[in-house]
Each structure stands twice: as C-alpha cells, then as structure tokens.
C-alpha cells in the first residue's frame, strides 16, 4: 500500500476504536502521523492507542466540554492538531416514520449531526489561528439519497453534508479545508445496530454489488487529511461503488 505523506501531523478520530475510524487511524498512523482517538469506549480505544504509539481520550461527542478536555489533552500529548476525522455516529432504530421514537431521533441527531458540530466547533479556533488544518466529516449516502426507514440517521448525515459545505465556504481564505466523505455501507459492528432486511437493502443499491472495504473509505479520507489535498473545500466525495454518484 502506497502511503501518503501525514508525516508529523497530529490527527483526531472520533469513534476511532473500531470501523471505520479504526482503518482511517491505522492507514493516518502508518503515514506518519500521530493519531488521537477519541472515543466513548475508553477501554478499546486505549488499545489502539498503545498499538499505533497515539493517544487515546474518552469523549461522547455530544459533550462539549468533553471535546474541549481532549483536544487539550492530545495537543499537550501530541501537539497542536493538525487534522479532524469526525467519524464517530450510531444508524439508529430501523422504524417507518410514525413509529420512530421520538428519544431515538433526538439521540441520533445528536450524535451524528451535534456532535460534528460540536468537533468541528473546538478544533477550528486553532487552526485559524495557525493557518493550517484539515477536517473529514463522514457522512453517508444515505445522507444524499435518504434510507427507508432511517429517517434520522439520513436526516443527520444530510445535515452533515450542509455542515461541511458551510464550513468549507467560511474557511475558504484559509489553509483549513473541511471535506466530507459519503460512504456506502461496510461490514463493521454497526451492522449489528440493523436488521437483515436494511443491510440486503443497502447491498442491492450498490451497483458493485459488494460492500465497501474500512481501508478504502481510510484510502480517500486520508488523501483529504493531507497537505495534497489543497483545493477541494465543502466537497462531498463518494466511496460508494457507484451508489449516489451525484
Ligand atoms: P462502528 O459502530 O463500527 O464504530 C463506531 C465507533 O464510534 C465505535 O468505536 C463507538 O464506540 C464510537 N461512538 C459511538 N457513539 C459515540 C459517541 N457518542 N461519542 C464518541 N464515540 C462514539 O461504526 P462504523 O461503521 O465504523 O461507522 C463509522 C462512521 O461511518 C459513522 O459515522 C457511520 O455513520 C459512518 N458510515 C458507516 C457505514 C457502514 O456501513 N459501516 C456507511 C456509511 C457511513
């Protein structure tokens, strides 16, 4: 594997303790930069940590004052953070509209809408303030095509999507650029948060007609959390296998 060049970069992955976050710290690490993970399971994230030489915090991305606790703590740790991967979501319950629990769709929206907000809301002072940083948003197909009954899990990730896009716009005149990837599904443990029927569903969408591997969502989110990818800013880009090509 080709590795791009993340050398000396610190970089932060939320849910980086398994997944997809966990390829996108392994291939980060394996270019040279030292990675945080930053994730509510304290104990799994601690082991990755040991094993690529970074730093591990627990963090619900719903917390504010969580997320500020640990940018502090890896900057001390590691440096001053180059690179942002929020990553970290759940999907949610699988339910048609009238019966989807209103708790559940407030929790969803807050995690996978509020807390890349929130991420993105703590580690963008910095970055202004010394002209240089990288933030990846992942998304989800599901965020531009919408999921049969996923209605918050497609409404957060559309939400995610009109994040970046703003974002991008406001730092344009700056060496932050914000991007975010849209993933078609891969078979991490998230797929035990479904049902047969929804992961058939998202198969047969897939005009490759298999999953996405984590290394090739890591592949492309690490291009955008490098120095090379310096034009593309509110961009959406696709690892889909040719779902949502739009
Ligand atoms: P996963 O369930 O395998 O891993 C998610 C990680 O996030 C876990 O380590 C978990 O502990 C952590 N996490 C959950 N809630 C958190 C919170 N509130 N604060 C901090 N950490 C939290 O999931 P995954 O498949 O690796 O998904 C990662 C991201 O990719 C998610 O945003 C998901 O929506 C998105 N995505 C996944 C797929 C897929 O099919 N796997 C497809 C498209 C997009």
């Known amino acids: ?78 440096g001053s953070l180059d690179i942002l991967v929020a990553n970290a979501g759940i999907t949610g319950p699988n339910a048609p509209v009238e019966s989807y629990p209103v708790d559940a769709w407030r929790q969803v929206i807050e995690i996978d809408l ?58 344009a005149t700056t060496n932050v650029r914000v991007n975010c990837v849209t993933p078609a599904a891969a078979q991490t443990d998230i797929f035990k948060q479904m049902t047969e029927a929804q992961i058939t569903y998202m198969l047969s969408k897939i005009p490759a007609n298999r999953f996405a591997g984590v290394e090739e969502i890591a592949a492309l989110a690490c291009w955008l959390a490098s120095e090379d990818c310096s034009f593309s800013t509110g961009a959406v880009f696709d690892v889909s296998g040719g779902r949502a090509t739009y």
Not at 48 to 55: D, P, Y
Not at 118 to 141: D, F, H, K, Q, T
Request: glycine share 12%; hydrophobic share 50%; proline share 1%.
């Open 1 to 78: 594997m080709n590795q791009l060049d993340l050398k000396g970069r610190v970089a932060a992955i939320t849910g980086g303790a398994r997944g997809i976050g966990l390829a996108i710290a392994e291939r980060a690490a394996a270019s040279g930069a030292r990675v945080a993970l930053w994730d509510v399971d304290l104990a799994e994230a601690e082991r990755v940590a040991a094993r690529l030489g970074g730093f591990a915090a627990r963090v619900d991305v719903t917390d504010q004052a969580a997320i500020e606790a640990a940018l502090a703590a890896t900057e001390s740790a590691l």
């Open 114 to 171: 509020t807390g890349v907000f929130l991420c993105c809301r703590a580690v963008v002072p910095g970055m202004r303030a010394r002209n240089y940083g990288r933030i990846v948003n992942i998304a989800s197909v599901a965020g531009k095509e919408g999921n049969p009954n996923a209605a918050a899990y497609s409404a957060a990730k559309a939400g995610v999507i009109g994040l970046t896009k703003s974002l991008g716009k406001e730092l």
